[in-house]
Every structure is written in structure tokens, then in C-alpha cells.
T-cell receptor, first 116, second 111 residues
Framework: GAVVSQHPSRVICKSGTSVKIECRSL??????MFWYRQFPKQSLMLMAT?????????EQGVEKDKFLINHASLTLSTLTVTSAHPEDSSFYIC????????????FGSGTQLSVL | GQNIDQPTEMTATEGAIVQINCTYQ??????LFWYQQHAGEAPTFLSY??LDGLEEKGRFSSFLSRSKGYSYLLLKELQMKDSASYLC????????????WGLGTSLAVNP
């Protein structure tokens, strides 16, 4: 199946700093990528849909100025958590479709963000 | 509205069979996915159903009834490594092609 690479896998940072997470589709082109956040023992929460060459579409309640998404190429999307605070600590996961008609999502390995 | 229901937790014994149910009420339906997620890891794809009936894939099978808004994931010959969260998700092409996720069922397999 298609491979989605995400890094870093774990980040520990101080409050007020910014953190960038990268998501790459390794063997396919992804015009659309999805960014999820997951708190412990909860399901996936879609944050935004990243569209190559255009602005991301954010879900209701997600601050676009805090969670900056850039999808500059067909294989790379980045999520930057700006001025991170402890409440931003979470598991962030990116995903993409490889264009197959069954709309199956392939997930990156996730990034565990801990803000001190 | 959009709603997906799954049991929160289930417990089963190694070697046994377990069925995890999922019911959904969505404005549209173009397929249902099951994903497995181990703690601290990203979800991995298990199955996809778009037509009614049973899809078998090794020890895992998935069933769909569109008229009842119902699916189940059947795990046979349970192994300890099957202890994980199992997520049901509905794809609605009319919903900006986004998946609607259930809260997941945490399965504990005991020796």
C-alpha cells in the first residue's frame, strides 16, 4: 500500500515556541492531505484539510492562525503549531489518499507533541 | 446529524472470537472503513465495505447492512497482539469527502 511518512515522531518543547510537523507521501502524489489530532483514549478529530497549491480548509473551532498548514507540493504538507501551549499537547496524525476509488486513507506514524 | 456508535470497551480471551459492532446515522453513505490503532501509533487499515454482505480477510471479517446502518468487525482466533482500539469510519462523498469517525472500541485480549 501507499506510504505516508511523518516526522518528527516525538517533540518536547517549551511553551511559546513553534513546532513544525512534516507529512510526506513517499510513493504517490497527494493533492489532499488531512491533519488529525487525537487526545488520549479519544477518537481522531479532523483539524483541517490540506490542499496542494491552495489554502487549507479548517474545521470549526480550529484556529487557522495557530495551526498553520502549508501544502507546497504534491508530496509534502506541513503543520506548524505556533506559540505552543500545554493544552496543545496531543498526538497529531496526517493522512492522505492515493487516488484509488475506494477513498482509503493512509496514515503517517503520528507526532506526539508535549508542551512544557 | 451525523452519528457513529460503537461500544467503548470489550474484553475477550486469547483464541476466541469477538464481534465489534458499529451503527451509523449519516446524511450520505459511500462506504465504511475499519481501522486498528495500537496505543501511541497511527491507525492502520483493516477493511472497507461499500456493498451489503461479509468481506473476509484472514482472521478478520467485516459485515455491512446499509438498510440497517450497521456494520461489524469479526476477529477470529484472537491473539494478544489484537489488543488495540478499533475505529469505525463512514465515508460520505457529499461531506467534502471527509471520513466520519466513531470513538473507537478498546479491545483487551486476555490470556
Amino acid at each position: 500500500g501507499a506510504v505516508v511518512s511523518q516526522h518528527p515522531s516525538r517533540v518536547i518543547c517549551k511553551s511559546g515556541t513553534s513546532v513544525k510537523i512534516e507529512c510526506r507521501s513517499l510513493d504517490f502524489q497527494a493533492t489532499t492531505m488531512f491533519w488529525y489530532r487525537q487526545f488520549p483514549k479519544q477518537s481522531l478529530m479532523l483539524m483541517a484539510t490540506s490542499n496542494e497549491g491552495s489554502k487549507a480548509t479548517y474545521e470549526q473551532g480550529v484556529e487557522k492562525d495557530k495551526f498553520l498548514i502549508n501544502h507546497a507540493s504534491l508530496t509534502l504538507s506541513t503543520l506548524t503549531v505556533t506559540s505552543a501551549h500545554p493544552e496543545d499537547s496531543s498526538f497529531y496524525i496526517c493522512s492522505a489518499r492515493d487516488g484509488a476509488p475506494n477513498e482509503k486513507l493512509f496514515f503517517g506514524s503520528g507526532t506526539q507533541l508535549s508542551v512544557l | 446529524g451525523q452519528n457513529i456508535d460503537q461500544p467503548t470497551e470489550m474484553t475477550a480471551t486469547e483464541g476466541a472470537i469477538v464481534q465489534i459492532n458499529c451503527t451509523y446515522q449519516t446524511s450520505g453513505f459511500n462506504g465504511l472503513f475499519w481501522y486498528q490503532q495500537h496505543a501511541g501509533e497511527a491507525p492502520t487499515f483493516l477493511s472497507y465495505n461499500v456493498l451489503d454482505g461479509l468481506e473476509e480477510k484472514g482472521r478478520f471479517s467485516s459485515f455491512l447492512s446499509r438498510s440497517k446502518g450497521y456494520s461489524y468487525l469479526l476477529l477470529k482466533e484472537l491473539q494478544m497482539k489484537d489488543s488495540a482500539s478499533y475505529l469505525c469510519a463512514v465515508f460520505n462523498a457529499g461531506n467534502n469527502r471527509k471520513l466520519i469517525w466513531g470513538l473507537g472500541t478498546s479491545l483487551a485480549v486476555n490470556p
